[in-house]
């Protein structure tokens, strides 16, 4: 089975940028379309971005021009690079893969991002 591991979070102001890290686990990771996901508190968890295999990417509306996903497929990682951070942003960043019989892993950790206005 798959395992993820984000890293990467932090705080920063409004406008700021950061770069998290999705580490993954198994020889398939390749083959795999890859998400990032949050939530913020009290809110449930949302869909950020994908990547699918072939490097083609999908994002949400409200960081769509701000927030870019790419993947290493050499290194088993997944990255967001996040600019232009506003505190609405503020929420804990998973990451995982939606495959036809639901989410391939068992959601991690995560880890915090708050922008600070």
């Known amino acids: 089975q798959v395992q993820f591991v984000e890293s990467g979070g932090g705080l920063v102001q409004a406008g700021g940028s950061l770069r998290l890290s999705c580490a993954a686990s198994?020889?398939?990771?390749?083959?795999?379309?890859i998400g990032w996901y949050r939530q913020a508190p009290g809110m449930q968890r949302e869909w950020v971005a994908t990547?699918?295999?072939?490097?083609?990417?999908r994002y949400t509306g409200s960081v769509k021009g701000r927030f870019t996903i790419s993947r290493d497929n050499a290194k088993n990682t997944v990255y967001l690079q996040m600019s232009s951070l506003k505190p609405d942003d503020t929420a804990v960043y998973y990451c995982?893969?939606?495959?036809?019989?639901?989410?391939?892993?068992?959601w991690g950790q995560g880890t915090q991002v708050t922008v600070s206005s």
């Open positions: 198994g020889s398939t990771f390749s083959t795999y379309a």
């Open positions: 990547i699918s295999n072939p490097g083609i990417t």
């Open positions: 995982n893969s939606l495959g036809s019989n639901g989410y391939r892993a068992v």
